[in-house]
Antibody, heavy 110, light 112 residues
Framework: VQLVESGGGLVQPGKSLKLSCSASGFTFSSYGMHWIRQAPGKGLDWVAYISSSSGTVYADAVKGRFTISRDNAKNTLYLQLNSLKSEDTAIYYC?????WGQGVMVTVSS | DVVMTQTPPSLSVAIGQSVSISCKSSQSLVASDKNTYLNWLLQSPGRSPKRLIYQVSKLDSGVPDRFSGSGSEKDFTLKISRVEAEDLGVYYCLQGTHLPFTFGSGTKLEIK
């Protein structure tokens, strides 16, 4: 099982970014997947979940701004981040539950 | 949202000693399917988190049996018997019964 995030970087407040998580080593389409973030020096903060049937749930802090999606043909999970705020600065992890990726850094700053 | 209160915030322990970490939830974590979705994770320094225990007491593959989880309803405990140097890091509880999922604030385990 391997999960590899990409797409992070430095972005200005109010702008957008799209994160990807490439999955391998398991039947991706059969699993619900999460995005979880960790602000610098802080604890873990659950962000969003997508079920195997593509039902979605979001944390209140990101509802209406972030969109989780999946492409089962590409074995890839996505997180679209819109209207970014400084408080969204964090390492973003994708996770299957029992497996986590290495994370990707998103920095929101002018 | 379910609040997960995790204590203590930090621990310092000698190799070979045992430690316990507590996690209390603001609501019962028993789901409608009768399962209790309480997990324990370890984030070793500079690494991404790793799940150790799921559904209160089930060990993930490859996790040493020095780790054990117990509890029910709203009160849960992670016990590490015979602490080893590789056990250092931050431990988190995570509830997956109620949406949104929520984490405890973490317990930092240091080795004396």
């Amino acid at each position: 099982v391997q999960l590899v995030e990409s797409g992070g970087g430095l972005v200005q407040p109010g702008k957008s970014l799209k994160l990807s998580c490439s999955a391998s080593g398991f039947t991706f389409s059969s699993y619900g997947m999460h995005w979880i973030r960790q602000a610098p020096g802080k604890g873990l903060d659950w962000v969003a979940y997508i079920s195997s049937s593509s039902g979605t749930v979001y944390a209140d802090a990101v509802k209406g701004r972030f969109t989780i999606s999946r492409d089962n043909a590409k074995n890839t999970l996505y997180l679209q981040l819109n209207s970014l705020k400084s408080e969204d600065t964090a390492i973003y992890y994708c996770a299957r539950g029992d497996r986590w990726g290495q994370g990707v850094m998103v920095t929101v700053s002018s | 949202d379910v609040v997960m209160t995790q204590t203590p915030p930090s621990l310092s322990v000698a190799i070979g000693q045992s430690v316990s970490i507590s996690c209390k939830s603001s609501q019962s974590l028993v789901a409608s399917d009768k399962n209790t979705y309480l997990n324990w994770l370890l984030q070793s320094p500079g690494r991404s988190p790793k799940r150790l225990i799921y559904q209160v007491s089930k060990l993930d593959s490859g996790v040493p049996d020095r780790f054990s989880g117990s509890g029910s309803e709203k009160d849960f405990t992670l016990k590490i018997s015979r602490v080893e140097a590789e056990d250092l890091g931050v431990y988190y509880c995570l509830q997956g019964t109620h949406l949104p999922f929520t984490f405890g604030s973490g317990t930092k385990l240091e080795i004396k």
